[in-house]
C-alpha cells in the first residue's frame, strides 16, 4: 500500500466506488463515507493523509463540514463538486480547501493533484527549508534565496512571500491572505495586497510582466507554482 490513506466524503455511491477503485489501483489506502458526520467520525477516529470532499452532502453542506474539520485538521482536503461558480470556489478555499475539483474530473488530473498535496504536505511538516525552482525559504532564519543569493525583503513581503511558498500549488483567495498578513480588518483590501505583490514580483521574478512564480487567478487570488 501507498504511505498515504484518504478518506472519500460523498453521497454518490457510483463516484464512492469509482473514487475506491482507482485510489487502491494506484496503491493508496481508502476510507468511505456518504454523510459529513459518518465522515467526520471516520477522520476523528482514524486520521487520513488527504480528504475528498463533496459540497453536496445530504445530511450538511460539504461547507460546514469543511468548516467543522479545519478546527483540528490540518492536512489536505480537496472538494470535489458539481457546484462549478466563482462563489462557492472562492468560499471553500477561503475555508481552508488545499485545492477544488469540479465534475466531471479526469482522474489523471485528480491524481496528480494528490500527488502534488500530500507531497508539500509531508515536505511541510519535515522541513524547516523549502525549495520552489530558484528560491529558497529558510523559516527558521527568515531568509529567502533566490539562485543561492539572499533577497533583500521586508518583514511584510517574506511574510507574504512565506504564505504563499508553504501554500505552493494552492489557490489562496485575496480575503485569505488579507486576514493571514495583516489581519481581519483588512479583508477588502485587495488593493493594498496587489501594491505588496507587485513589489514582490520585482524582486523574484526574472520577468515581473510574465510572473512564471506568483500567478493570479483572475477574480479569486494568487497560486504560488
Not at 177 to 197: D, H
Request: charged fraction near 25%; charge should be neutral; aromatic fraction near 8%.
Amino acid at each position: 500500500m501507498n504511505k498515504a490513506e484518504i478518506l472519500v466524503i460523498d453521497d454518490e455511491a457510483a463516484i464512492r466506488k469509482l473514487l475506491e477503485i482507482t485510489l487502491q489501483s494506484n496503491d493508496y489506502k481508502v476510507w468511505l463515507a456518504e454523510t459529513g458526520k459518518e465522515g467526520v467520525l471516520m477522520a476523528v477516529n482514524h486520521p487520513p493523509e488527504l480528504i475528498l470532499l463533496d459540497i453536496g452532502l445530504p445530511d450538511k453542506s460539504g461547507h460546514e463540514i469543511l468548516k467543522e474539520l479545519r478546527t483540528w485538521f490540518n492536512k489536505a482536503i480537496i472538494i470535489l463538486s458539481v457546484q462549478n461558480s466563482e462563489e462557492d470556489i472562492v468560499k471553500a478555499l477561503d475555508n481552508g480547501a488545499t485545492d477544488y475539483l469540479t465534475k466531471p474530473f479526469r482522474n489523471a488530473e485528480l491524481l496528480a493533484r494528490i500527488r502534488s498535496v500530500i507531497k508539500r504536505y509531508q515536505t511541510n511538516e519535515n522541513c524547516s527549508v523549502i525549495s520552489c525552482g530558484n528560491l529558497q525559504i529558510d523559516f527558521g532564519a527568515r531568509t529567502i534565496k533566490k539562485n543561492e543569493e539572499l533577497l533583500k525583503l521586508t518583514s511584510t513581503e517574506y511574510n507574504l512571500l512565506a504564505l504563499l511558498m508553504k501554500n505552493e500549488g494552492r489557490v489562496l483567495t485575496h480575503q485569505y491572505v488579507l486576514k493571514e498578513i495583516w489581519g481581519l480588518s483588512y479583508q477588502t483590501e485587495t488593493q493594498y495586497l496587489r501594491v505588496f505583490i507587485g513589489s514582490l514580483r520585482k524582486k523574484i521574478e526574472d520577468n515581473p510582466n510574465q510572473p512564471k512564480h506568483i500567478i493570479t487567478e483572475s477574480g479569486v487570488g494568487y497560486r504560488f507554482t
